[in-house]
């Protein structure tokens, strides 16, 4: 026992169970700082089809009372809902052509929302809310001042013409029962919001669908992550035996089986937890051939670059920080600078949405698909570098030993 405890390895174990916990404690826990304040930065586009006063006075109220940085108007729905798609905005809220009709005639305001539920889940939440809010401001805003006076001009010309047509020729009495009848009705209108949601990419409510691209992506990172400073333990021993270039390659092509393997294997079994077709399926395996391609590389040229096991030290504080940086719960634009650019910088982000497309749907693949193989390209080059310029001792160290593959 006294020799079991003499040996460094024991205080090694120790020391990695501690690095793992306060690593994901300090890299995982920050990116929560910017919110709920981050969320101000997504988009929420308006679509005015009635264009009339009364719509106008609604849009400017729920430009004031959205808790959004960015709500902007747009003329064409079809466009709008093009950038919902390719998440360059977060809701859609369309104002029907009949709008000012309804009021007038004191029919229920349908107001229409256009959400994509192939998001993180803090976005998808927060639509929700969103929608709630958006119902409550339009009854409010009805029975604004300002509503009110914008219904009363358009009311005017009918009213005149009624008392015109029965003699009445009072103007001050002819103003008061404009502004009485605009009162009246916009009082009347307050309980008559209803509202109707139109998803595009549509995903169960179950949150084994929301986490499943979360999880698919996390899994595959872990297990590539530390096949690769395996691999890379590998190369480190093997170069002595089988040089540089050859062990380089074999390394390389190990990778390249499992990566292309697994895939097959692993979303075979998350068609066990959640339901998705054929096409889906092969789909998600080859996006997921793609990000592997892209993680084992970035992994692999960090642990060429730090002698292998040491790199955890950076590995798993990169792999913490990509959990949150991900997008699987906090979108991109609700993240602080610092996780926005690690966002864009390391291959989670562009994986979890890439399975979120394969899943149910959504834009810009062919961009999430280009930083992937660009992630893979330049962390490849740096690799051969690091092969190139270093590794060129002679010196057998512990590892060096174990793999020996000159007998």
Request: proline share 3%.
């Amino acid at each position: 026992m006294k020799k079991w405890f003499k040996h460094p390895i024991a205080y090694l174990a120790i020391l990695i169970e501690l690095v793992g916990s306060v690593l994901f404690i300090a890299f995982a826990i920050p990116s929560f700082s910017d919110l709920p304040t981050g969320t101000e930065n997504l988009n929420v586009v308006i679509v005015d089809q009635d264009k009339s006063t009364v719509s106008e006075q609604i849009v400017g109220n729920l430009k004031d009372k959205l808790p959004f940085k960015q709500v902007t108007t747009a003329d064409s729905l079809s466009k709008s809902k093009s950038k919902l798609n390719d998440r360059q905005v977060s809701l859609v809220i369309e104002i029907s052509s009949s709008f000012s009709e309804s009021v007038m005639a004191q029919k229920v305001l349908s107001i229409k929302y256009f959400v994509s539920d192939s998001n993180g889940m803090l976005q998808n939440s927060l639509n929700k809310s969103v929608i709630s809010q958006v119902k409550d401001q339009i009854a409010t805003a009805i029975t604004s001042a300002k509503t009110t006076q914008a219904l009363a001009s358009m009311l005017a010309p009918e009213i005149k013409q009624k008392a015109m047509a029965s003699g009445n020729t009072d103007v001050p009495q002819i103003q008061k029962e404009i502004q009485q009848t605009a009162q009246t009705t916009a009082a009347k209108m307050s309980g008559k919001v209803s509202s109707s949601t139109v998803h595009l990419n549509k995903m169960s409510q179950n949150y084994q669908y929301q986490m499943a691209p979360m999880f698919i992506n996390l899994g595959a990172y872990l297990g590539i992550m530390l096949m690769s400073v395996v691999l890379a333990l590998m190369f480190m021993g093997a170069r002595h035996s089988i040089g540089k270039k050859l062990s380089f390659v074999a390394a390389q092509l190990n990778g390249l089986i499992a990566i292309v393997v697994v895939p097959f294997l692993s979303m075979g079994l998350v068609r066990c937890f959640i339901q998705f077709g054929g096409g889906e399926y092969f789909n998600l395996v080859g996006t997921q051939i793609v990000f592997g391609l892209a993680v084992f590389e970035f992994t692999f040229a960090l642990a060429l670059l730090l002698n292998g096991l040491p790199s955890m030290v950076i590995q798993l504080p990169l792999m913490a920080m990509q959990v949150m940086a991900g997008g699987a719960v906090i979108p991109r634009e609700a993240m602080n600078s610092f996780y926005s650019w690690v966002s864009e910088h390391t291959p989670m982000y562009q994986g979890v949405y890439t399975s979120l497309n394969a899943l149910y749907g959504g834009g810009n693949q062919g961009a999430y698909l280009s930083a992937l193989l660009w992630i893979m390209i330049v962390s490849l080059l740096v690799s051969l570098i690091i092969v190139w310029a270093g590794y060129r001792s002679n010196t057998r160290n512990t590892f060096s030993k174990i793999v020996n593959l000159e007998s």
